[in-house]
């Protein structure tokens, strides 16, 4: 009778340790998926970050992301706009240098003057 209690006590046992062990297994794999994922805010945040950096791209990239998470986001939709208006400023700008060095260049050569008297004509 002893020894038939030890085995149903042995059984129990190793059936609450098996379901200790698959609760633990679980609750890791929980942990581990839940830290991965990040939130609406976080990557709103790491938008604010970046359009702070002048990274205008890639802040827009992280407000789309904020975006897909929470579609009523309406800072992160203002902020987009922000990243995209600054990102046309920074493209003119850049085409504006261009266009300058350019002009110089000619200008150099004696061709600018040419384009300056019948650019003015128009």
């Known amino acids: 009778m002893v020894e038939a209690n030890k085995h149903i006590f042995f059984k129990h046992l190793l059936d ?3 379901l200790t062990y698959a609760t633990f297994i679980l609750l890791l794999a929980l942990v ?4 991965g994922q990040q939130t609406a805010e976080d ?3 790491k938008g604010d970050l970046l359009l702070n950096l002048g990274k205008y ?8 992301k904020s ?5 009523s986001f309406a800072t992160a939709w203002k902020q987009k706009g922000n990243a995209l208006l600054n990102l046309t400023k920074y493209n003119a700008s850049l085409e504006w240098n261009m266009l300058n060095r350019l ?17 003015s004509q128009i």
Do not use: D, K, P
């Open 43 to 45: 990557w709103f945040n």
């Open 16 to 18: 609450l340790m098996r």
């Open 57 to 64: 791209n890639e802040s827009i990239e992280a407000y789309n």
């Open 67 to 71: 975006i897909e998470l929470n579609q």
């Open 103 to 119: 002009w110089r260049t000619y200008s150099a050569q004696g061709v600018g003057t040419t384009l300056a008297s019948s650019s």
């Open 32 to 35: 581990t998926f839940t830290h």
